[in-house]
């Protein structure tokens, strides 16, 4: 809360601050300053757009961390280059509003990219914004791993589920857990390799299954899984009390596998639409480099009408 206070503070502070000076750049008829008065209130504009934009936000788990998993679907390496793609857009923007970003899980592709990766990103409200993202995004392009460099299209599924405190949010039984240990695989050093510190946690009830193998340490690996497990678990639970308000409400539909909710255009121009909002904009590579707020807000602001 404290944080909230000193950031909107610190706007006012700068929009006076803009504003006097504007006022002496008037009064002595100096042009100089224009260029710099003009950055100034970009910076400004950008600092209350996503100040409103967390205005929307009011679920119960909206400020919390966020753990994002992303999953290559069909078309072999091009969906393994495309579900690399978004990681990387999604650090990006996380980068650009001040969040920190640690992986817990990948799962390199076969000849590039990955086949699944899963986040922890770190922040104010992370949940509340990423929440935007959950369903299957679409990239149509030239693919540069075809040899007539052919246009094809890629599926990926991004899943996103708050960060939540096994025993506090949720309690999860050990006797609805069944628990292997296996050798990591892919790079890592000998110890990895060599030693059973790869953990999956399967919830029986759910059929929920996880697993983490990043770390060398088998504990390691088992504290980071259940706490995903905990976050699925917690988020299953969010969306089976949702069901029983949703006619009332009007709620946004959970996005499944098949639900395409945006789509990534890069031939033969350039286009990125999302399918719930109809927002749409042709600067693909800003998107790409983490330039997502206009979709985070549009979605945000059709959720509350």
């Given amino acids: 809360m404290k944080k909230q206070v000193d950031d909107w503070n610190t706007l006012f502070c700068d929009v006076n601050d803009l504003a006097e000076l504007t006022q002496l750049c008037i009064v002595e008829e100096d042009p100089s300053m224009s260029d ?3 950055e100034d209130l970009q910076q400004v504009r950008t600092k209350l757009a996503r100040l409103e934009l967390g205005l929307f936000l009011s679920g119960e788990y909206d400020n919390r961390n966020a753990i994002l998993t992303l999953h290559a679907g069909a078309g072999g390496v091009d969906s393994q280059d495309w579900a690399e793609m978004l990681m990387r857009m999604y650090s990006r923007w996380s980068n650009s509003v001040g969040n920190t970003i640690e992986i817990l899980e990948s799962s390199p592709g076969d000849e590039a990219g990955i086949k699944s990766a899963t986040l922890q990103i770190n922040g104010d409200n992370a949940y509340g914004y990423l929440k935007a993202e959950k369903g299957v995004h679409r ?3 030239l693919s540069p791993y ?5 246009r094809h299209t890629s599926f990926a599924l991004v899943e996103v589920v708050p960060e939540v405190e096994e025993g506090v949010d949720i309690e999860v039984e050990t006797d609805d857990l069944q628990i292997e240990v296996f050798k990591a695989g892919g790079a890592g050093g000998q110890s990895v390799q ?4 790869a953990v999956r946690i399967t919830h029986i009830p759910t059929g929920i299954k996880v697993s983490c193998q990043n770390e060398r340490s088998q504990h390691q690996n088992k504290v ?4 995903i497990l905990a976050s699925r678990l917690a988020d299953l639970q969010r969306i089976e009390r949702e069901k029983h308000i949703s006619a009332i409400k009007g709620k946004h539909v959970s996005a499944e596998w098949g639900n395409q909710i945006r789509s990534y255009v890069l031939h033969p121009y350039k286009l990125v639409k999302d399918h719930r909002t109809g ?3 042709a ?3 800003g998107v790409l480099d983490g330039d997502i707020d206009q979709f985070i807000r549009a979605y945000l ?5």
């Fill in 224 to 227: 980071i899984a259940m706490r």
């Fill in 283 to 285: 600067n693909a590579d």
């Fill in 279 to 281: 927002e749409e904009t």
């Fill in 139 to 141: 990239l149509v392009r």
């Fill in 36 to 38: 710099s008065i003009r």
């Fill in 194 to 197: 060599k030693n059973s510190t």
């Fill in 146 to 150: 075809d040899s007539d460099h052919a």
């Fill in 301 to 305: 602001t059709s959720t509350v009408r």
